[in-house]
Every structure is written in C-alpha cells, then in structure tokens.
C-alpha cells in the first residue's frame, strides 16, 4: 500500500474518423462529397493542485483514458473533440516516463500543468478530396489514434512550516498538538535528534509541519547539534519560531530569539528572511506581565504575528493555527527544483540506516531509524499513515526490499506492525 509511488497507464483519445458520405437532396442526383471531419481526441493533463497532499487517487485506479473524438458526419458536420482528461496531483510530485525513468515534469506551483498524452487528430471528411478531376472521392481519412504511456508518480516530502527554537522551546509539544504526530518530548534538551513531520488538515487545507532539532547559539561552528538539519526545512514557506517565555532555566527569552535568527542568517540569509509567526510558549509557567513585556520586545523589532500560547495545556492554539493556515495557502512554495537532481529532494531518513532480512515470506525491515520514523507516525490516521510510507519510499527502503526480491503480497515487517507489500 505504498500509494506514494504509483504507476499508472494513460491514454489519449483517438481522432474521429472523417465521414465518406454524399449529398443526397430530393431533386439533386448527384450531390458532392459532404463528408465532414472527425473530432480531435483529449488529451491526457496533469495538474497540480495545492490542496492534495497524497496520491491518494492513484491507490486502485491505475488506468486513465481520455475521450476520443467523435467521428465526423454527412452534410459537412464535424464530430465533436473528445474532451480532455485532467488529473489532478499534488505540487511536489514528479511525473517520470516508465520506460526510461526519465522525468518528464516537476510540479512545484499549484495550477502548473503538463499535457502527458496528446490526443489523435480527427481524419479529414471526404468533402476536402474533390476536385476538378475527382468529384466523388470514395474516401475519407482515418482518425489518428491518441498516444498512449506508462508513467511513473513520485510524491516528494516538502515541509511547508518549519519549527525553530532553542531546545526545550516546545517544538515537538507543539507539533503534537497541531498535527496527529507523536513526536518524543521531554524535559530535556536535544530530545528530538532527527526531524519529524506532521500533517496538519485545517479547514480544507492541509499542509506539512517539520519539527527539528533545537538550534543553540554557535549552532553554525557546531555547536549542540549543529545545523545540518536547517536544510530540512530551507524550503518551507513561513517558520514558527518557537519561544520558551518561561526562562525556567535562568535564559531570556530575548537573547534566544535572536541568537536563533541569527543562527538562520548564518546558516542562509534566504532562511532568514522566511516570513515568522512567533508562538510565546509556556505562558502557563510566568506572569502576564512578564509575557507582555517580552510580546512588545518583540513587536520593537517588527514582528506582527505573535502568539501567546501553552502548548502543553493547548492554550492558544487555533488562532496560531489559523493564521498559519492562512498564512501556507496564501505564500508560494520556495520549492523549485531546476536541475532535480535525486540527493537534492527531501530525505526523511537518511539512507543505510536500516537492514533487510529476508524469513520465508516476510521482510522484516530493522534499525535505529525504525524508531524514529514509528514515533512520528499515528497509525490510526490515513495522513499519517500516508507520510509514513511515503517516507519509506524516499529513505530507500522500498527500493531495497525489491532489491531483496520482494514480491506483490508478500509481508514486510517492521518493529511490531506487518504491511501487505502492494506497489
Ligand atoms: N509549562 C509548560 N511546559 C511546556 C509547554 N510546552 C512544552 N513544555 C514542556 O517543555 C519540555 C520540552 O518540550 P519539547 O516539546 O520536547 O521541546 P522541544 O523544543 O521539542 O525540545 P528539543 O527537541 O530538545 O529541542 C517538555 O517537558 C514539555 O512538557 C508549555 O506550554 N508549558
Ligand atoms: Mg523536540
């Protein structure tokens, strides 16, 4: 059931044939040729759309044929074009031609579309072939049938929010509240070790949320865990930057915030210029007027979408989430992939982390990224359950266990759950 990857077959439609036919009026023996043109065929398009965040709609329906063109008639009348097929995908997928694995488009605007098949073109009545020397041509052209192709879909993993802070901040308790992941938390910094992603589905738009590791100052020489993982999200839309108000552990508030902004200019200026909604956790934790104080330190250097919110006692959520909501449909994807250029896209995991073994049937998939990518995933929620396999895909896994000659139907295994393998 890896829907995240699928391969489908697709169809133009066939040209119309022309029509052979003759006038035949009351009083008109003899009348001309009338034959009219057949119909061109539909196309076959792509289109990408925003608002999908799965290939969902590609899971049993593998077969897609545009409407041929209707076959052209008597008294010069043309048959009608077949319309055109649309299908609609999410931005983010990438279209490859099956026989040479050849990308064929990248969709990273919403709208953007491609024409994968061209429809047949309508044969010629009978009507153009008379001329002086031929009055009653005997034929008429056949309709050109509609190209036909086996194609590749690959979804890529974009997150469109980003998460930063300092460790401790409340990342993760705030992931879990906006979205159905389950990330670890902890009153510890460095909990989370490795990015995770959550979908959030808010009125009718979804989009993806990536929770990564806390950035300390000097992140940029090394420091705590680096900032290697700022790549995950340089291509998000807006950045939640994520403050812990409370100053619990004699820091300020103030001097975080900044010294995380200027970790993202280090780190790429185009990172920190990422429009930011300020989310002022822990205000369970201090006075109010110690949150005002810091809302309107904030409001001096230009910020206009605070927060105040308590993550773990989910204060303040929904007005945070709607904004971002709001904020995701209205900005462009940074996403533009030029030269794709396969390390280039999103990895959830990084690759060899895990290994195959192969018992009887069944693959059992095992490693220290498992526990990573289980903890992330709610297997109660289709999204999630979606972003799990999806990550299955982009880690290389899937690749692997056909490599290791898995078959349709057989089981993989991976810590205590068992999936049927269906491509
Ligand atoms: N009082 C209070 N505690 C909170 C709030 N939000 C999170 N915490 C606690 O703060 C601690 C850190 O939370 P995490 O969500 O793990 O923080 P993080 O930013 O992901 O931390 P790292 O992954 O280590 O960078 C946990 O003990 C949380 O329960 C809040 O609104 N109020
Ligand atoms: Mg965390």
Redesign the pocket.
């Known amino acids: 059931m890896f829907i995240d990857h699928a391969k489908i077959y697709v169809k133009a439609g066939n040209g119309g044939n022309g029509a052979l036919s003759f006038r035949t009026e009351k009083y008109v023996p003899d009348g001309g040729p009338d034959g009219g043109d057949g119909g061109d065929g539909g196309n076959v398009v792509f289109v990408a759309a925003s608002k999908l965040t799965t290939l969902q709609s590609f899971r049993f329906k593998h077969k897609f044929v545009a409407d041929d063109g209707a076959k052209g008639m008597g008294r010069k009348m043309y048959g009608r074009g077949g319309a055109d097929l649309r299908i609609a995908v999410p931005v983010g997928t990438i279209i490859r031609d099956a026989s040479t694995n050849k990308i064929l488009v990248d969709f990273s605007q919403d709208g953007q579309e491609y024409i994968a098949v061209k429809g047949g073109k309508g044969g010629a009545g009978n009507m153009h072939y008379a001329n002086s020397v031929r009055q009653a041509p005997n034929f008429a052209r056949a309709g050109v049938p509609g190209e036909e192709k086996e194609l590749l879909i690959e979804l890529k993993l974009i997150a469109d929010v980003g998460l930063v802070g300092f460790?401790n901040a409340g990342?993760?308790?705030l992931?879990s509240v906006m979205t159905s992941a389950k990330?670890?938390?902890a009153d510890y910094p460095f909990?989370?070790l490795e990015p995770?992603l959550g979908v959030v589905n808010n009125f009718d738009t979804s989009f993806v949320i990536a929770?990564i590791?806390?950035i300390i100052e000097d992140a940029h020489e090394g420091a705590g865990l680096g900032h290697d993982f700022l790549r995950h999200i340089e291509r998000t839309r807006l950045l939640i930057h994520v403050v812990d108000v409370s100053a619990k552990d004699g820091r300020d508030p103030l001097s975080d915030f900044n010294n995380i902004n200027n970790e993202l200019l280090q780190f790429n200026p185009e990172l920190a210029k990422r429009p930011q909604v300020v989310a002022v956790n822990k205000c369970d934790a201090v006075s109010d007027e110690e949150v005002e104080s810091f809302v309107n330190e904030i409001k001096k250097l230009g910020y206009e979408d605070i927060f105040v919110i308590s993550a773990a006692s989910r204060v303040g959520i929904e007005p945070l989430l709607n904004k971002v909501t709001e904020l995701v449909s209205k900005l462009p994807t940074t996403v533009l992939f030029d030269d794709i250029e396969e390390e280039k896209l999103f990895k959830y995991v990084p690759k060899d982390q895990y290994t195959i073994e192969k018992h009887d049937d069944v693959f059992e998939v095992s490693g220290s990224w498992v526990k990573v990518v289980m903890e992330s995933t709610n297997f109660e929620d289709p999204d999630s359950i979606s972003y799990f396999q999806r990550s299955l895909v982009n880690s290389g896994v899937i690749e692997a266990l056909k490599k290791a000659g898995i078959k349709e139907g057989d089981t993989v295994k991976i810590a205590d759950w068992e999936f049927d393998f269906i491509e």
Do not use: E, M, R
């Open positions: 460790p990342k993760s308790t992931l990330p670890k938390i909990t989370t995770v929770d590791p806390g």
